[in-house]
Nanobody
Framework: QVQLVESGGGLVQAGGSLTLSCAAS????????MGWYRQAPGKRRELVAR???????NYADSVKGRFTISRDNAKDTVYLQMNSLSPEDTAVYYC???????????WGQGTQVTVSS
């Protein structure tokens, strides 16, 4: 059973930075894209950033210019560098992997990011 394991979450003051990492427990194969989503209390899960095998990226408008996603294709690992954090960024952050064949998606267990004002 493949697992996506996230790390790097925690508590940080507004204006601070955190880097999230997500690694597959074993090679997944046929990965088309990896990404980060987040879910704040009482809100829907939303896309934060996504990167595909061609290193094309897309970001939520709310994080553009502050967050940077990157990946290591050889290691099935994705990172999210988060700068200039604000309390509005407080959420559980989930790692996601999209595949071209079944199973089409994997999710991590989530890591809590809390930004204090």
């Amino acid at each position: 059973q493949v697992q996506l394991v996230e790390s790097g979450g925690g508590l940080v003051q507004a204006g601070g930075s955190l880097t999230l990492s997500c690694a597959a427990s074993k090679s997944i194969g046929s990965i088309n894209a990896m990404g980060w989503y987040r879910q704040a209390p009482g809100k829907r899960r939303e896309l934060v950033a996504r990167i595909n095998t061609g290193d094309n990226t897309n970001y939520a408008d709310s994080v553009k210019g502050r967050f940077t996603i990157s990946r290591d294709n050889a290691k099935d690992t994705v990172y999210l560098q988060m700068n200039s954090l604000s309390p509005e960024d407080t959420a559980v952050y989930y790692c996601n992997a999209e595949r071209l064949t079944w199973p089409y998606t994997y999710w991590g267990q989530g890591t809590q990011v809390t930004v204090s004002s």
